[in-house]
Every structure is written in structure tokens, then in C-alpha cells.
């Protein structure tokens, strides 16, 4: 229904679903990228020409449209950057650092590991890992222990796992660490994709967003910084476009977001993330989670039917991502067959290995869904995986 919005579908017969990694681009925002370039390509914040001014405007008017999407309570709350993995390496290194304990899930993309491992930390020793049942779920009494061990941490969870699809309750995790002291980021790459956030609801103090994982273009994304931390918040790089003042003696810097946006930016990234933002609230979240919500179950039901299929985890609290192995299969095999049947997924660790080792695998087979994706795709796959296992079991 939705692929006609989407010039990559009618330009391939590809079979796409490998939205954890990034998702499809609708027209309307590729058009704003070739009209940027086209018709007004100027720098933003500095020349007052008037395409230099509508470069401005039409980037600053993403700010805003952002800022209602997540309901954060001012446009100076919306940070950008180029993505997640630069946002909490800019909460890390900017704020977290001097926190004498981080508290992470065991679902973590590679993103919300490694800044902390440049700090010096590991596991014990300035990090802290929450345990996860064999359901995969988020263990909130050994997250109290560990708060009660340990007072006033930073906390850096994801909110859907981009390996597994298995969603994290926010709202008791925030609400939890904040009752022992503790500052809350979520990761939040895979959220806007799949479903309405509410920053008042989940009272976090960052949230990460990624742009070409909401049907934006690449290259682009922004953090939200809840106000009471911005005054603390320390720029992560200076340069141009963040100076009030300077000689050579000293610097004086603007307020906030600017100070943290140095040098040119992603300018047409951030118009086009504007408006694949307008895209998804002209479709709207119901029916957005209506359809995925079909078309996962579906999914799942006929993945079910496989011979010796492993899942991980129910999809009881889960959207997005389905991951499974076959028994006695190496996944990477899976990937090169069904690619020769023109069915793109993503087979490997998903940059998520610690939960890949404490599984016991090396990576798993990973299905990832999104709203335009439907049950021909669901079945295309499926006729896909039963000739690659035939040919494999020969």
C-alpha cells in the first residue's frame, strides 16, 4: 500500500527486510534533498541572503517539528548530530564521564558499549550489565540491586533491541533509576520507527534519535536533552556557528542548541529528517502499529512453521526485528542463498555481540520489519528460506 511512496520499490525487486539497519526513503524526502541542492543550497545560521535565510528557516523548522513529535518541552531540547552512536558518545564523553558507575542493559548495540569501554570502564569496574532472562527480559529486580550498590549512576539503556525487536519498558526503568538518583539516555534508534514517544511520559534526561532509521536521510540524527542538564552539558566539539564572543584570550559561547551544533551541518539531512517526520504523522502512529503489528505476527507465525527454527524470545513485547537460527545451519549461508533470491536481511552479530555470546551463538538470521512491508513480503521470504534449507540439507 505504502511502497508507491517509496522510489527504492520501483526502481527493485528487491524483497526488503533490513529496516534495523535503515529503512527506505519516501519521495518526499528525496525531493527535499534535490531541492535544497538545486534551488537554494546556502549555509544556515550565518549569511542573511535570502536562500541563506530560507536554509535556515527550513532547518530550524525541523527543530521545531521534532520537538512536537517527541514532545520535548522546547526546541532547545533538540540537539543534532549525525546519529545515535554520536549522540551517546557526546552524552558520554560530555557528561557521563565523571559518573563513578554506568548501568547498561544486556541487549546493547556496540553503540551504547564501546564509550564506556574508552572510558576505562569494564565490567565491576565502573560498569554495570542488568541481567536478562531467557526470554531476553530486562531484569528490574537486579537493576534495583545494582542501583542500591550503586547511588546515583548514569543509566544507558536501549528502548527496542535492534538485534532482537524486544522492547524495553521506559517508563518503570526511568522511573526506578530516578528514585535512587540515578540520570536516565535511552537509545532510542529504533523507536520512531515503530512507534509515538513521549518525552513527558518516559521523563528521561537524553534520548537518542536516528534519522535513516526513520525513513530519513543518512548521516543525520539529534539527541534530546532534558533543560535542567543543559546549563552542565558541556560541548562535545567548538568551532563555527556555536561563538558569541571570542578573541584571543577567550571564548564565550551561545545558548543551547547551538553551542553543541559546531561547524556546517548536515543541512539537507536535517530538512529531509523534517520531512519524513511530517511523513509518519501524515500516515499516523495507529495505523503505523496497526499494520506492523499484523504483519510481525504474521511473521512470526509462519516462521514458525520451519523445521528446527531457534527463536530467542517471544514476541509478546517485541516489534521490528525477529532473529532465529536453524539447527545444524550457519546463518551466514542463509544470508548468501536468499540474497540470490532477491530477499535482503541481515545475517551476523547485528553489532550486539555480548548478547550473542551469552546466547551461545555467533549471530543469528535477522528479520526486520516496517509499516511498508506486508504479507507477500512475509511470504516471498518464506518460499526463500525453504529453498535455502533444502539446498543446504543436501
Same mark, same amino acid.
Given at each position: 500500500?505504502f511502497?508507491k511512496?517509496?522510489?527504492?520499490?520501483q526502481?527493485?525487486?528487491?524483497?526488503?527486510?533490513?529496516?534495523g539497519?535503515?529503512?527506505?526513503?519516501?519521495?518526499?524526502?528525496?525531493?527535499?534533498?534535490?531541492?535544497?541542492?538545486?534551488?537554494?543550497?546556502?549555509?544556515t545560521?550565518?549569511?542573511?541572503?535570502?536562500?541563506?535565510?530560507?536554509?535556515?528557516?527550513?532547518?530550524?523548522?525541523?527543530r521545531?517539528?521534532?520537538?512536537?513529535?517527541?514532545?520535548?518541552?522546547?526546541?532547545?531540547?533538540?540537539?543534532?548530530?549525525?546519529?545515535?552512536?554520536?549522540?551517546?558518545?557526546?552524552?558520554a564523553?560530555?557528561?557521563?564521564?565523571?559518573?563513578?558507575?554506568?548501568i547498561?542493559?544486556?541487549?546493547?548495540h556496540?553503540?551504547?558499549?564501546?564509550?564506556?569501554?574508552?572510558?576505562?570502564?569494564?565490567?565491576?569496574?565502573?560498569?554495570?550489565?542488568?541481567?536478562?532472562n531467557?526470554? $531476553?527480559d530486562f531484569?528490574?529486580?537486579?537493576?534495583?540491586?545494582?542501583?542500591?550498590?550503586?547511588?546515583h549512576?548514569?543509566v544507558?539503556?536501549?528502548?527496542?533491541?535492534?538485534?532482537?525487536g524486544?522492547?524495553?519498558?521506559?517508563?518503570?526503568?526511568t522511573? $526506578?533509576?530516578?528514585?535512587?538518583?540515578?540520570?536516565?539516555?535511552?537509545?532510542?534508534?529504533?523507536?520512531?520507527?515503530?512507534?509515538?514517544?513521549?518525552?513527558?511520559?518516559?521523563?528521561?534526561?537524553?534520548?537518542?534519535?536516528?534519522g535513516h532509521?526513520t525513513?530519513?536521510?543518512t548521516?543525520?540524527?539529534?539527541?534530546?536533552?532534558?533543560?535542567?542538564?543543559?546549563?552542565?552539558?558541556?560541548?562535545?566539539?567548538?568551532?563555527?556557528?556555536?561563538?558569541?564572543?571570542?578573541?584571543?584570550?577567550?571564548?564565550? $559561547?551561545?545558548?543551547?542548541?547551538?553551542?553543541?551544533?559546531a561547524g556546517?551541518q548536515?543541512?539537507?539531512?536535517?530538512?529531509?529528517?523534517?520531512?519524513?517526520?511530517?511523513?509518519?504523522?501524515?500516515?499516523?502512529?495507529e495505523?503505523?502499529?496497526?499494520?506492523?503489528?499484523?504483519?510481525?505476527?504474521?511473521?512470526?507465525?509462519?516462521?514458525?512453521?520451519?523445521?528446527?527454527?531457534?527463536?530467542?524470545?517471544?514476541?509478546?513485547?517485541?516489534?521490528?526485528?525477529?532473529?532465529?537460527?536453524?539447527?545444524?545451519?550457519?546463518?551466514?549461508?542463509?544470508?548468501?542463498?536468499v540474497?540470490?533470491?532477491?530477499?535482503?536481511?541481515?545475517?551476523?552479530?547485528?553489532?550486539?555481540?555480548?548478547?550473542?555470546?551469552k546466547?551461545?551463538?555467533?549471530?543469528t538470521?535477522?528479520?526486520?520489519?516496517?509499516?511498508?512491508?506486508?504479507?507477500?513480503?512475509?511470504?516471498?521470504?518464506?518460499?526463500?528460506?525453504?529453498?535455502?534449507?533444502?539446498?543446504l540439507?543436501?
Amino acid at each position: 500500500m505504502f511502497k508507491k511512496d517509496f522510489p527504492y520499490f520501483q526502481n527493485s525487486q528487491i524483497i526488503y527486510l533490513d529496516n534495523g539497519a535503515t529503512t527506505q526513503k519516501p519521495k518526499s524526502v528525496i525531493d527535499s534533498q534535490v531541492e535544497y541542492y538545486e534551488k537554494y543550497c546556502s549555509n544556515t545560521h550565518r549569511s542573511n541572503f535570502g536562500h541563506a535565510n530560507k536554509a535556515t528557516q527550513e532547518f530550524e523548522n525541523t527543530r521545531v517539528i521534532l520537538k512536537d513529535f517527541i514532545n520535548a518541552s522546547s526546541k532547545e531540547e533538540i540537539i543534532f548530530t549525525k546519529g545515535v552512536t554520536e549522540s551517546i558518545n557526546f552524552i558520554a564523553s560530555s557528561f557521563a564521564a565523571n559518573f563513578k558507575t554506568v548501568i547498561i542493559s544486556s541487549l546493547e548495540h556496540h553503540s551504547n558499549i564501546v564509550p564506556w569501554h574508552m572510558q576505562g570502564r569494564s565490567l565491576g569496574n565502573g560498569l554495570e550489565v542488568v541481567n536478562c532472562n531467557d526470554n $531476553l527480559d530486562f531484569d528490574m529486580k537486579h537493576f534495583e540491586q545494582l542501583l542500591k550498590a550503586n547511588p546515583h549512576s548514569f543509566v544507558s539503556v536501549t528502548h527496542i533491541s535492534n538485534a532482537f525487536g524486544k522492547i524495553h519498558d521506559i517508563e518503570a526503568i526511568t522511573k $526506578l533509576a530516578h528514585s535512587y538518583g540515578a540520570v536516565v539516555l535511552i537509545d532510542g534508534a529504533q523507536s520512531l520507527a515503530h512507534m509515538k514517544v513521549d518525552m513527558q511520559y518516559f521523563d528521561c534526561d537524553f534520548f537518542a534519535i536516528s534519522g535513516h532509521k526513520t525513513f530519513a536521510p543518512t548521516g543525520v540524527g539529534a539527541i534530546y536533552v532534558k533543560e535542567k542538564h543543559l546549563k552542565e552539558l558541556k560541548p562535545y566539539q567548538t568551532g563555527g556557528a556555536t561563538i558569541h564572543e571570542v578573541d584571543f584570550n577567550s571564548s564565550t $559561547l551561545l545558548d543551547s542548541p547551538y553551542k553543541f551544533e559546531a561547524g556546517t551541518q548536515n543541512i539537507a539531512g536535517v530538512i529531509g529528517f523534517g520531512k519524513a517526520l511530517e511523513y509518519i504523522d501524515k500516515i499516523g502512529y495507529e495505523n503505523i502499529e496497526a499494520i506492523e503489528n499484523s504483519v510481525y505476527t504474521y511473521l512470526n507465525e509462519q516462521l514458525s512453521t520451519l523445521p528446527d527454527i531457534i527463536f530467542y524470545n517471544d514476541i509478546s513485547d517485541s516489534i521490528g526485528s525477529r532473529s532465529f537460527n536453524f539447527k545444524g545451519i550457519v546463518h551466514d549461508d542463509i544470508g548468501i542463498l536468499v540474497d540470490k533470491m532477491k530477499i535482503a536481511l541481515r545475517v551476523g552479530h547485528h553489532c550486539a555481540q555480548p548478547i550473542m555470546k551469552k546466547l551461545g551463538v555467533k549471530g543469528t538470521i535477522r528479520v526486520s520489519t516496517a509499516f511498508y512491508n506486508n504479507f507477500k513480503d512475509v511470504d516471498a521470504l518464506i518460499v526463500a528460506l525453504k529453498k535455502a534449507l533444502d539446498m543446504l540439507k543436501d
